[in-house]
């Protein structure tokens, strides 16, 4: 889904156990987040709002063979007084880069699809994607880094590229 689109707004809902839908949504996920090259996603990003991301299983310090983790009802239990300024990209704004000023480190407490708790800390990369995807779950996107002209001409570029894939899927 790609902003404007309302739905990147939406409350997120608390998931309450690992059940065939959620195994279904993480399947949804991991398919859109590989067909995207992406290094995580959220499921507000597919218009599902329950309360759950997955991370590129090598950037979150597993072998690259596994399957990408789920964070599901993640909270955001520390984060470093140090910040870096670097710029992120998002499957919601397709070939649209900023530069966003975040903590250096981030510790997640999230419960996984084996139903279990656990702590994840990374820092740099992992930490950026960690608190990328935690804010999807609470309505703030990429345009809210950035000030009003600039937020604008996100606008008007991804209205563009939409109207442009309308026109492609209509020839």
């Known amino acids: 889904m790609v902003w404007p689109d309302d739905r990147l707004r939406q409350p997120?809902?608390?998931?309450?156990k690992v059940d065939d839908s959620i195994r279904e949504l993480?399947?949804?996920?991991v398919d859109s987040m590989y067909a995207e090259n992406g290094?995580?996603?959220?499921?507000?990003?597919?218009?599902?709002?329950?309360?759950?991301?997955?991370?590129?299983?090598?950037?979150?310090?597993r072998p690259e063979t596994d399957p990408p983790v789920a964070f599901i009802n993640p909270e955001i239990i520390a984060t470093s007084d140090e910040q870096q300024d670097s710029e992120e990209g998002c499957l919601s704004f397709p070939d649209i880069?900023?530069?966003?000023?975040?903590?250096?480190?981030?510790?997640?407490?999230?419960?996984?699809?084996?139903?279990?708790?656990?702590?994840c800390?990374?820092?740099?990369?992992?930490?950026?994607?960690?608190?990328?995807?935690?804010?999807?779950?609470?309505g703030k996107?990429?345009?809210?880094?950035?000030?009003?002209?600039?937020?604008?001409?996100?606008?008007k570029k991804l209205t563009k590229l939409k109207g442009a894939e309308a026109s492609d899927a209509e020839a």
């Open 26 to 29: 993480y399947q949804d996920l």
């Open 39 to 61: 290094l995580g996603i959220a499921a507000l990003q597919l218009g599902d709002n329950r309360r759950m991301f997955i991370v590129e299983p090598k950037l979150a310090g």
């Open 141 to 155: 996107l990429l345009v809210d880094f950035v000030g009003p002209l600039k937020r604008t001409m996100i606008k």
């Open 97 to 119: 880069y900023v530069k966003v000023k975040r903590p250096l480190r981030a510790k997640v407490r999230a419960m996984g699809m084996d139903g279990q708790p656990f702590e």
């Open 12 to 16: 997120s809902v608390a998931i309450e």
């Open 121 to 138: 800390e990374g820092e740099g990369l992992l930490a950026r994607c960690l608190l990328h995807e935690y804010d999807h779950l609470t």
